[in-house]
């Protein structure tokens, strides 16, 4: 069955203070891993895809990087607005987009 | 990337009637989704909506109460039926591109 774990649940950061949040999955032939920014009261935000372990991807502070078993989302030195819930899912051979619970992250001034 | 509009945006409904979620995307999509995300939660598939098809649903959602409209490339409809308090939750309409998969802002539907 496929699955997908993300860690912490909850992550609180001073503005500046770089960290990586996970996501472990598995699943029977990945077609793709997909990191989603979702902010209260809105859909989820498209941020990366992910096809093969080694890649690697950036968009302004964020980082997105793939192993055959996990995902990071790192962040380099986060601002306020970069607080929001990160969802992290996988497609596999059923097709399905498969998510994680979230990490929800604070950056505080 | 498609744009997906998706209204109402929020709704309060009494218990047993129905409320149907209109999703519209700017754009030709050949497949379109349903989610649901309850308080806290994070995204559990309810059906693919396919264009000439009936709509294929996931394990723990039946048509009678989700049942679901793909009248053409660009538009779906879900209906929550009979609805109770616990189907109080988000319900969100996805549609793939090239870029992905689109979300709408989501339905805040609240049954009091």
């Known amino acids: 069955e496929d699955q997908v774990t993300q860690s912490p649940e909850a992550l609180r950061l001073q503005e500046g203070e770089s960290s990586s949040l996970n996501c472990s999955y598995t699943?029977?032939?990945?077609?793709?891993l997909f990191w989603y920014r979702q902010d209260p009261g809105k859909g989820p935000e498209f941020l990366f895809t992910?096809?093969?372990a080694g890649e690697e991807k950036e968009k302004e502070r964020l980082k997105a990087t793939l192993t055959k078993k996990e995902s990071f989302l790192h962040i380099t030195a986060p601002k306020p607005e970069d607080s929001a819930t990160y969802l992290c899912?996988?497609?596999?051979?059923?097709?399905?987009?498969?998510f994680g619970q979230g990490t929800t992250l604070q950056v505080k001034p | 990337s498609a744009v997906i509009s998706q209204k109402p945006s929020r709704d309060i409904c009494q218990r047993g009637t129905s409320l149907t979620i209109q999703c519209q995307v700017d754009?030709?999509?050949?497949?379109m989704f349903w989610y649901r995300q309850q308080p806290g939660q994070s995204l559990t598939l309810i059906a693919t909506a396919n264009q000439g098809s009936e709509a294929t649903y996931e394990s723990g959602f039946v048509i009678d109460k989700f049942p679901i409209s793909r009248p053409n490339l660009t538009f779906s409809t879900l209906t929550v039926s009979n609805m109770s308090p616990e189907d109080s939750s988000i319900y969100l309409c996805?549609?793939?591109?090239?870029?992905?998969?689109?979300f709408g802002s989501g339905t805040r539907l609240t049954v009091v």
């Open positions: 754009s030709q999509v050949t497949m």
């Open positions: 699943v029977s032939g990945l077609r793709g």
């Open positions: 899912a996988v497609q596999g051979n059923t097709g399905k987009l498969i």
């Open positions: 992910l096809y093969s």
């Open positions: 996805s549609a793939t591109d090239t870029y992905g998969y689109t």
